[in-house]
């Protein structure tokens, strides 16, 4: 049972029959970064309970209430990431009128834009600072580093009031909690697949990409064409946080399991474990895709550059997130987008499909007070679920040439809500969504992100494969072993 008190909550309840989605945000944000070092001086995060009581009135599960008022009606200020440049003159319209019809629901609500976009080399100095804005985004990997250092409130009185718990996809929510608490709102999610061009593997005699890593080697060997410039295969080796991401992502499929990479011991300690017979596994594939089939591009990529070499034909099968397939349309206006397929990541030796999950979340300034927490919780509901807001976002993607919808996703909420989003989406579709099918419609195991100094694990095993694919003679036995050792005395052993 939930609580609203108007009515114009009535004709929030019609208009949802008819159109309820979400709109996701711009792609190009999964690149891993760096754990951010501890903030001090911040104080701990609190349950924020709603300021506005409401007569008790049942509403049916799954819809989103917003309330009457916000803060009792009292004057509040507050600041939210997410404002694009001015370079975007389209979107920050869209954005400056966004908020507009927020402040008109809610005029007692004056809202700032920050330009801040996140990384967790950069967020530090604003803590230091005192200038985090009131609503925040980080990545799905910082849940535990927001939350001990007090960065994150606790959401989940806001959560409950407004039914926003029930909405959201349950894998998604317990990455935003922690002991029974709810502390971020997911914001989109990725899930990592093969995308690959379609004629090419034509050419080569094949009406699919591989699907098996067994078969990848062989298939992306005769995909290759040096005399043209054309990789086979392509994923990051370069930049290492980005290195030991795709490492990893190879690694899951190879038997790795996400809770093994680091453990937390009876006395509170933290032991790493990727150093076993499945990481080995993956980086002997990688070392093999190198120097064995020579089937990978010359250069040490990143997250846009490893992009960059499926749109510009310079790889036949790209290792990346659907939503770079977004990102793919917006750098490149002119390249035709039906030329690309995307499809499941191969099945691993145990014949199963799997795939590293992530994404973006938003935080709301546990250092905020309680009427701006509120504020900058609907205020990012508002933006998110607002059926018209999410009309409104759909519908200028009809003039907005920047604008992409259709890439293929994780979803991230359940039921008549998620179907809705998927109705929309197919109705505005701008990408190929066909060309997906392969991935859209297969079984897919998702794990999660590693949780426990996520980053710098990152970093360490993207040392070793950046090691393995630029030295032959590197042994990826000694090289993982060397690298976990350092990751225990340098990360894990200075964890409180």
Not at 83 to 111: C, M
Not at 177 to 190: L, N
Not at 339 to 344: H, M, N, T, V
Request: overall charge negative.
């Amino acid at each position: 049972m939930k609580v609203k008190s108007s009515a114009l909550f009535l004709n929030l309840i019609l208009l949802f029959a008819l159109i309820l989605s979400a709109c996701s945000p711009a792609a190009g944000t999964e690149a891993p970064a760096t754990d951010a070092p501890a903030a001090t001086d911040v104080p701990a995060a609190t349950d924020v309970p709603a300021a506005t009581e409401a007569p008790v009135e049942e509403v049916p599960a799954g819809t989103i209430v917003f309330p009457d008022e916000i803060a009792g009606g009292r004057p509040v200020e507050i600041s939210v990431v997410g404002i694009p440049a001015e370079s975007n003159p389209t979107g920050l319209a869209d954005w400056h009128a966004a908020v507009e019809r927020f402040q008109a629901k809610y005029p007692n609500v004056t809202v700032t834009g920050d330009e801040y976009a996140y990384t967790p080399d950069s967020f530090p100095a604003l803590v230091a600072a005192d200038q985090v804005p009131t609503q925040f985004q980080a990545y799905l990997t910082d849940r535990d580093l927001m939350v001990s250092q007090g960065l994150a409130a606790d959401l989940t009185s806001l959560y409950e009031a407004s039914g926003l718990d029930e909405v959201y996809n349950s894998s998604l929510l317990e990455l935003v909690s922690a002991d029974g608490k709810i502390y971020g709102m997911p914001i989109e999610a990725y899930v990592m697949g093969l995308a690959y061009n379609i004629k090419m593997l034509e050419d080569a005699g094949y009406d699919a990409p591989p699907t098996t890593w067994e078969e990848l080697g062989p298939v992306a060997q005769k995909l290759t064409n040096r005399d043209a410039g054309v990789a086979g295969f392509s994923f990051i080796r370069g930049e290492a946080h980005q290195a030991g991401w795709h490492g990893t992502v190879i690694g899951y499929n190879f038997g790795l399991d996400d809770a093994s990479i680091v453990t937390k011991d009876a006395d509170g300690k933290y032991t790493a474990g990727f150093d076993n017979a499945q990481t080995l596994a993956a980086l002997n594939f990688i070392k093999d895709m190198q120097w064995k089939y020579d089937a990978l591009p010359k250069e040490l990529l990143q997250w846009d550059t490893n992009g960059n070499q499926l749109a510009t034909g310079q790889a036949a099968m790209v290792l990346m997130a659907g939503g770079q397939l977004e990102w793919i349309k917006q750098t490149y206006p002119d390249v035709d987008m039906t030329q690309f397929g995307f499809a499941p990541l191969p099945a691993g030796p145990d014949g199963k499909m799997v795939s590293l999950g992530g994404g973006d979340v938003a935080f709301i300034n546990a250092t905020a007070s309680a009427d701006e927490i509120e504020a900058g919780f609907y205020y990012r509901l508002f933006v998110q679920f607002d059926e018209g807001e999410v009309k409104a976002k759909y519908e200028a993607t009809l003039t907005n040439p920047t604008a992409v919808i259709g890439e293929p996703s994780y979803p991230i909420y359940v039921g008549p809500f998620q179907e809705k989003i998927a109705a929309l989406t197919a109705e505005y579709a701008n990408l190929p969504v066909e060309n997906y099918a392969l991935f859209n419609n297969a079984v897919i195991g998702l794990q999660n992100e590693p949780q426990i100094a996520g980053q710098d694990y990152y970093a360490a095993l993207g040392d070793v494969v950046s090691l393995i694919v630029t030295d032959e003679s590197a042994d990826p036995v000694a090289a993982l072993t060397a690298a976990q050792a350092t990751f225990q005395t340098n990360v894990l052993d200075l964890l409180p």
